[in-house]
C-alpha cells in the first residue's frame, strides 16, 4: 500500500521560514492534484495549498503571499515552502494526492509549531 510521506516539519520562531516535502512510499504511475492541508488544534482540516498536474495552484487566503506549493512530477514530489511564518500557522500539515484514477492518499501529517 503506496502512503505519502511528508518531511520537513519543525519548531520555528515567528517569522522563520520552514520548507515541507511529500514523497510517495513506493512506485506509483502517475498523481493528478497534490496538496497540502493542515490541522491546529481543535479545528477541522482545511486546505492550505494545490497544485494541478499543469502547475496551477490554489491557496488559502490565510497563506497567500507567504507559501509557494511545488511539485516534481518526476519524482512525484510535492513541497510547501513557507515563509514569514505566525504561531497561528501552528498546526499538523498533510499531504494529500489524487491519481488519475481518482485513488487519493495521505500522508500520517507532520508538526509544524511557531512561536511568538
Known amino acids: 500500500q503506496v502512503q505519502l510521506v511528508e518531511s520537513g516539519g519543525g519548531l520555528v520562531q515567528a517569522g522563520g521560514s520552514l520548507r515541507l516535502s511529500c514523497v510517495p512510499s513506493?512506485?506509483?504511475?502517475?498523481?493528478?492534484?497534490m496538496a497540502w492541508y493542515r490541522q491546529a488544534p481543535g479545528k477541522q482540516r482545511e486546505l492550505v495549498a494545490s497544485?494541478?498536474?499543469?502547475?496551477?495552484?490554489n491557496y488559502a487566503d490565510s497563506v497567500k503571499g507567504r507559501f509557494t506549493i511545488s511539485r516534481d512530477r518526476p519524482k512525484k514530489t510535492v513541497f510547501l515552502q513557507m515563509a514569514s511564518l505566525k504561531p497561528e500557522d501552528t498546526a499538523v500539515y498533510y499531504c494529500y494526492a489524487r491519481t488519475y484514477l481518482n485513488n487519493d492518499y495521505w500522508g500520517k501529517g507532520t508538526l509544524v509549531t511557531v512561536s511568538p
Open positions: 513506493a512506485s506509483i504511475f502517475s498523481f493528478n492534484n
Open positions: 497544485i494541478s498536474s499543469s502547475g496551477s495552484t
